[in-house]
């Protein structure tokens, strides 16, 4: 059975940083993607950044890119989502999200939301001062 566990989500200053970590076990997939999504107040859950064990690719939302880095442990099964220069426009639960098949992305390496199989429950980010 597939588990996503997100950890790290906290109470930040804006400006601050945040390393969270979604720890995934019960597949076996040379070809999977990881994503983490955001979900704000109010708004829809979008994808922010996601990676891809075959070939390496990252994909960022505009808005993160040169602030956030994804990155993976394959030897401890987990992606971790760095995250400086926090903003307010942040605020949200942070979900990491599986595809353990092969699958579609763009040139970008985006994954469109539909695709991704597994979820993890979720951890909350608030920047505020």
């Known amino acids: 059975q597939v588990h996503l566990v997100e950890s790290g989500g906290d109470l930040v200053q804006p400006g601050g940083s945040l390393v969270l970590s979604c720890a995934a076990s019960?597949?076996?997939?040379?070809?999977?993607?990881i994503g983490w999504f955001r979900q704000s107040p109010g708004k829809a859950r979008e994808l922010v950044s996601n990676?891809?064990?075959?070939?390496?690719?990252?994909y960022y939302k505009d808005s993160v890119k040169g602030r956030f880095t994804i990155s993976r442990d394959n030897a401890k099964n987990t992606v971790y989502h760095q995250m400086n220069e926090l903003k307010h426009e942040n605020t949200g639960v942070y979900y990491c999200?599986?595809?353990?098949?092969?699958?579609?992305?763009?040139?970008?390496?985006?994954?469109?939301?539909?695709?991704?199989?597994?979820w993890g429950q979720g951890t909350q980010v608030t920047v505020s001062s």
């Open positions: 990676t891809h064990n075959s070939n390496g690719m990252t």
């Open positions: 999200a599986l595809r353990v098949s092969r699958g579609y992305f763009d040139t970008e390496g985006y994954v469109p939301q539909y695709d991704y199989e597994y």
């Open positions: 019960g597949f076996t997939s040379d070809y999977y993607a």
